[in-house]
């Protein structure tokens, strides 16, 4: 893309999250999130499936054996695999009308890190600051009973413009297997907040918003072996779609943005790991 495109395409972008403010479109229906619940149904039966042995437990292994062999030699050698998916029912595509569903898996190799040590860090969040600076501005573990954790996080994301969220999750973590672990982890709450550090910052209401996003889940398939953990991680997010005068300039921007935070995450997360000390975890 030349300078002159991409700055159409930026100024293109930013008007229409500065004109979605204000729009009645942005605005969460029920039809919408149905859909995306269908969604999410749908794909979570595919992964019940590996969690259960009936299919592979990463998605890696699924591939026919010479593009396996290669992506496992990609993760070793310390890539990140990040692919998009999409979810059929009875072979037909879901429309999420009035919204977007995005629907990537990224995976990446811890060399020399255990699964104890990865489960461990992963439920750290009141390290996230630190850990995934600056996506994660602020991070609280609300409460904890078991294995299951509710969690806040205030979000910053910048692409043309600045978006800041406040997050609360429901995540629960679930030992398959001595080398294996599932972690699933939900969005229950999202807030976009408004003039972020100044007297002014609050909420806008929930739903009622830009919809840079009003759903995320994701789920995390653990595997210790070769050395090594794999982390799997599969990410699907909701947000409002794009006016149609906007789509062929903005939805590229757009549709990238899920993508680069995944591949923003394992990375970090991979960095996080290599130089956190071994400690034990109840998990």
Sequence with gaps: MTKAAATVVAGCAALWVAAADGLSAA????????AFERYVRITEI??????GGKSPFLLVDSLPESQRVAVLARLRAGDVVVDRLE???????????????HHWSGT?????????????????????????????????TLSRTGDRFN???????????????NVEYDIRYVRIAPTRAFVRSSSTRIAE???????????????????????FNNYCSLEERD??????????????????????????LVTSIPKESLEFTLTAMRAALV???VRSSQF
């Excluded at 461990?120 to 609280?140: E, G, I, L, S």
């Excluded at 969690?151 to 969220?165: A, C, D, I, P, R």
């Excluded at 009622?208 to 009003?214: H, I, K, P, S």
């Design 27 to 34: 605005e969460l229906g029920v039809r919408t999130l149905e």
């Design 46 to 51: 595919r992964m019940e499936r590996q969690i």
């Design 87 to 101: 979810t059929h029912d009875a072979g037909r595509a879901i429309d999420v009308s009035a919204g977007m569903c």
């Design 108 to 140: 990446v190799f811890a060399a020399g890190v255990p699964l104890e040590r990865t489960v461990y860090a992963m439920q750290a969040y009141d390290r996230y600051p630190q850990m995934y600076r600056p996506a994660v501005r602020r991070a609280k």
């Design 151 to 165: 969690v806040s996080m205030q979000l910053f994301t910048k692409k043309v413009v600045s978006v800041v969220l």
């Design 227 to 252: 050395g090594g953990t794999y982390i799997q991680c599969e990410s699907l997010s909701l947000t409002r779609d794009i006016p149609s005068g906007f789509a062929w300039l903005v939805k590229p």
């Design 193 to 215: 907040v408004q003039d972020p550090d100044t007297p002014n910052e609050r909420e806008k209401p929930v739903g009622q918003d830009t919809g840079f996003l009003w759903r």
């Design 275 to 277: 130089r956190t000390e």
